[in-house]
């Protein structure tokens, strides 16, 4: 069973701050993807990154793969009240029906 | 562009009632995916269907669960009889020719 593991859990902050969250697994994956997930709402795609040591950015957001592919960061600069939500990161392997398997999730609060 | 539909968005029933969650995933897309998200196990995968065609079910939890897609634009998951432990946000989530997954507002669902 391949399983992702997020940290932190839970992580409150100030406006302004900086954070990163860890998406990690023993596992390798084709493939990973970070979704952001508000209440009352599905996940919405962030971003793909399908080659180690991939780095993307997104505005105030960086994305980084890991070399061996296996592990995963989210890096907020300047974290603002509307990054506020559930982040969650997604790992998908080539030849499973499956397709992706979600990690457990940060929630993350930015506070004005 | 609509997305992809759910109904009903919340349902309360009681122990044992039947609970029939309905889906219009998104024109096009050829790949329709039914997640349970809850606190404690976060979203898993229930089953995924490509072309009307279920591929994988391992996710559904017992017989009491069942899925059905009868052409491309609707999709049903059905439980029978439901129990508490059923309670949970329900999302169908639909993926035309690309990588991305777009997630429905989900079915938040309350056995009593």
């Known amino acids: ?112 | 562009d609509a997305g992809v539909i759910q109904s009903p968005r919340h349902e309360v029933t009681e122990m044992g009632q039947e609970v029939t969650l309905r889906c219009k995933p998104i024109s096009g897309h050829n790949s329709l995916f039914w997640y349970r998200q809850t606190m404690m196990r976060g979203l898993e995968l229930l089953i995924y269907f490509n072309n009307n065609v279920p591929i994988d079910d391992s996710g559904m939890p017992e017989d009491r669960f069942s899925a059905k897609m009868p052409n491309a634009s609707f999709s049903t998951l059905k439980i029978q009889p439901s129990e508490p432990r059923d309670s949970a946000v329900y999302f169908c989530a639909s993926r035309g020719s690309g990588n991305t997954i777009y997630f429905g507002e989900g079915s938040w669902l309350t056995v009593v």
């Open chain 1, 1 to 112: 069973t391949q399983l992702l593991e997020q940290s932190p859990q839970f992580l409150s902050i100030q406006e302004g701050e900086n954070l990163t969250v860890y998406c990690n697994s023993s596992s390798v994956f084709s493939s990973l993807q970070w979704y952001r997930q508000e209440p009352g709402e599905g996940p919405v795609l962030l971003v793909t990154v399908v080659t180690g040591g991939e780095v993307k950015k997104l505005k105030r957001l960086t994305f980084q793969f890991g070399d061996a592919r296996k592990d995963s960061s989210l890096h907020i600069t300047a974290a603002q009240p509307g990054d506020t939500g559930l982040y969650l990161c997604a790992g998908g392997w080539s030849g499973s029906a499956r397709q992706l398997t979600f990690g457990s999730g940060t929630q993350l609060t930015v506070l004005p």
